[in-house]
């Protein structure tokens, strides 16, 4: 079974620190992704990466980045929290196009963050 | 621009009885979709999915519809049972384009009443 894992469950920081979020897979996967989940809003990508080293922009990467510096491992980095970063963030993990032929992803449980 | 948008943010159904959650999308080069659930405090779990080559997809007591003239997918659930009450997210992929990455739809959350 996928394992994903994330570094805390529940985290609570003032406005302006920098938050550090850790997630690590167990099954060799390529691809690595960062969500936040809000409500009515569904789930957004915030970065992604296909390699270590290798980072792209999802649909809201403002405030956020992101560390790639081993493969089962993906960091995403928030610079100087404020209190819209407020929510559940959630980290996925996935083979690459070739390995499967689909892009099933695979979710860690989740950090709740709140922003005070 | 919301290319998934699932309609209804919110179901109830009796136990035993069917459950229909909808999902409509624009991007008509969406190849693959899947159907996430997720409970209060955790990641989401996949459930099932189905490629833009065929038009259904079964696994007990799911099964996914697809219509891509409609642009239309539904996850049928038959019997529902409590435990099945969480959030359901649909998601797509157009899997040559955009390889990897998934678009989410906004979630229904099912209940489900003894």
């Known amino acids: 079974d996928v394992k994903v894992t994330q570094s805390s469950r529940y985290l609570v920081k003032r406005t302006g620190e920098k938050v550090f979020l850790e997630c690590v897979q167990d099954?060799?996967?390529?691809?690595m992704f960062w969500y936040r989940q809000d409500p009515g809003l569904g789930l957004r990508l915030i970065y992604f990466s296909y390699d270590v080293k290798m980072k792209e922009k999802g649909d809201i990467p403002e405030g956020y980045s992101v560390s790639r510096e081993k493969k089962e491992r993906f960091s995403l980095i928030l610079e100087s929290a404020s209190t819209n970063q407020t929510s559940m963030y959630l980290c996925?993990?996935?083979?690459?196009?070739?390995?499967?032929?689909?892009?099933?992803?695979?979710f860690g449980p989740g950090t709740r963050l709140t922003v005070l | 621009d919301q290319q998934v948008k699932q309609n209804s943010p919110s179901l109830s159904v009796q136990e035993g009885r069917i459950s229909i959650l909808n999902c409509d999308y624009t991007n008509s080069m969406f190849d693959y979709f899947l159907w996430y659930k997720k409970y209060p405090a955790e990641g989401p779990t996949f459930l099932i999915s189905i490629s833009s080559i065929k038009d259904k997809n079964e696994d007990g007591r799911f099964t996914v519809f697809l219509n891509k003239s409609a642009k239309h997918l539904s996850l049928h659930i038959v019997p529902s049972q409590p435990g099945d009450s969480a959030v359901y997210f649909c998601a797509a992929s157009d899997l040559y384009n955009q390889g990897g990455k998934l678009i989410f739809g906004q979630g229904t959350e099912l209940s489900v009443k003894p």
């Open positions: 099954m060799d996967h390529e691809n």
């Open positions: 996925a993990s996935s083979l690459p196009l070739g390995g499967r032929g689909t892009d099933t992803q695979y």
